[in-house]
């Protein structure tokens, strides 16, 4: 009987060890079936490190539109037109000179006398550029009239000319220039036509026009046959101005 009590108890001993021995030992997979991944930790991001994009895309609010402003133009002035010396180097040798006949305009400035104007056309501007234009010095508020006959082509405001106004002659083959105005007269606006004398504005310090010397830049330009209001060859204003 004792023997048979220590046979009893060895096979327990033994199935219980092969029960925990079962255990530990991994299950084949069910035939056909694929191998399962194993599936790694989360990675623990570093403290300092940058967050993707993508995990914020969509929560924040759009960049506001920002449209352009092309009321000023800096850094240039105006009317962009080719220097004569460039013009000059093109085939064909010389510029030809302008058809406008002298006393072809009127002082553009109200009580200036054609003689009291100094002709600056080819006064220097830097090292690279000429005035191309007249400066007439008159009191900040003085009437500035059209020069001559012409339609307004554009009413313009730059950094270096400030409030500035071209008109076409009726040919539109020539352009006048007018700039550093205070403000513009009553009723100017763009497609107006002007007769000789007819006010446009009155004289100022606008742009880049020394606030101690008011004047008017007056400039007139050959128009190229695209008619573009700020391209052209310069032609000197002085002597096409009337008697002196």
Not at 52 to 73: M, N, R, V, Y
């Amino acid at each position: 009987m004792k023997w048979l009590l220590t046979f009893l108890a060895g096979v327990l001993v033994g199935a219980g060890g092969l029960f925990a021995f079962l255990r530990q030992v991994p299950h084949d997979a069910a035939p056909g079936a694929a191998p399962m991944a194993s599936v790694p930790a989360a990675a623990t991001p570093a403290p300092d490190a940058p967050i993707p994009a993508s995990a914020i895309a969509g929560k924040l609010p759009p960049a506001p539109h920002i449209a352009p402003d092309f009321t000023e133009l800096a850094d240039i002035d105006l009317p962009l037109r080719p220097a004569v010396a460039d013009l000059a180097a093109l085939p064909g040798g010389a510029v030809p000179p302008p058809a406008l006949p002298p006393g072809t305009l009127s002082t553009p400035v109200e009580g200036i006398a054609a003689g009291q104007i100094r002709d600056t056309f080819d006064q220097p501007r830097g090292n690279e550029r000429h005035h191309e234009a007249l400066d007439i010095m008159a009191p900040k508020g003085t009437k500035v009239v059209a020069a001559a006959d012409g339609v307004v082509a554009k009413l313009f405001t730059s950094k270096p000319g400030g409030i500035t106004l071209y008109q076409f002659d009726p040919s539109e083959k020539y352009a006048y220039y007018y700039a550093h105005l205070d403000r513009y007269a009553d009723g100017v606006k763009e497609g107006a036509m002007l007769k000789r004398g007819d006010p446009i504005g009155y004289v100022g310090t606008t742009g880049n026009a020394d606030p101690k010397a008011p004047h008017l830049h007056f400039a007139v330009f050959e128009l190229t046959p695209e008619k573009l209001w700020w391209k052209g060859t310069p032609v000197n204003p002085y002597p096409l101005l009337g008697s002196r």
